[in-house]
């Protein structure tokens, strides 16, 4: 059977596809990131003339080059952002601005809910992710990876009888959705696994070991699955 020119053909192609294949979808998905931040930094070309910017003389897309031009733009704009935010004057602006956005009519309910989101999970912020967890979710007998965002929450807990504590399950591959849930504390599992770690494991579908993990595996002589 080995010997059969499609058994060899099968085996080398699975095997340059094991290869190819992370390369090829790295490169696919910077094309696609590249693409849908270039829908939005695009829009600071808009002054200037189609014809100039864009393929056909202004009746096809944007060429790549205005694209990757206007991204770098983006990025020199935000540093120059982050740079001011660092005087009063960048602070008196900033201010100003976040107060105007919040007066505009259902622009600040999007505005101030991803403003909140954004500051629950910045690193300096006491209420981004404390500690990973486990818990029963979606059924008893099945655990899921979550994150603590909170355990302060008085009203919840004179009303619920008991000590409850926020849980953010996060969706996997991508970490960024997922299901806030409030548990009595005791039923919550702590991890000795560093938040990164839990990110990452996520990230990975459970393939990346956390550290601990595949140091204490590594003292048993086994290498980490």
Request: proline share 7%; glycine share 8%.
């Amino acid at each position: 059977m080995q010997s059969n020119p499609f058994y060899h053909w099968r085996t080398n192609f699975f095997t340059g596809l094991a290869v190819v294949l992370p390369a090829v979808v790295s490169i696919a998905l910077l094309r696609w990131i590249f693409g849908t931040v270039s829908n939005v930094t695009d829009m600071l070309l808009v002054f200037m003339p189609a014809r100039l910017t864009h393929e056909n003389a202004g009746q096809g897309p944007m060429a790549w080059y205005w694209s990757l031009f206007a991204l770098v733009l983006a990025l020199a704009l935000i540093t120059l952002i982050g740079h001011s935010a660092r005087y009063y004057a960048g602070k008196q602006l900033i201010e100003w601005v976040d107060q105007l956005l919040l007066r505009v009519p259902l622009l600040n309910k999007i505005y101030g809910a991803l403003k909140q989101v954004n500051e629950a999970l910045s690193s300096g912020n006491k209420t981004a992710f404390k500690q990973v967890v486990l818990i029963e979710f979606p059924r008893p007998g099945v655990h899921t990876v979550g994150f603590i965002t909170g355990d302060q929450n008085p009203e919840i807990d004179r009303k619920t009888g008991r000590k409850t504590v926020c849980v953010f399950v996060p969706t996997t591959p991508n970490p960024t959705g997922g299901f806030l849930m409030l548990l009595p504390a005791n039923e919550v599992i702590h991890l000795d696994m560093s938040v990164a770690d839990g990110i990452k494991f996520i990230i990975s579908l459970g393939a990346i070991a956390p550290e601990h993990r595949a140091a204490a595996m590594r003292e048993l002589g086994r290498p980490p699955s």
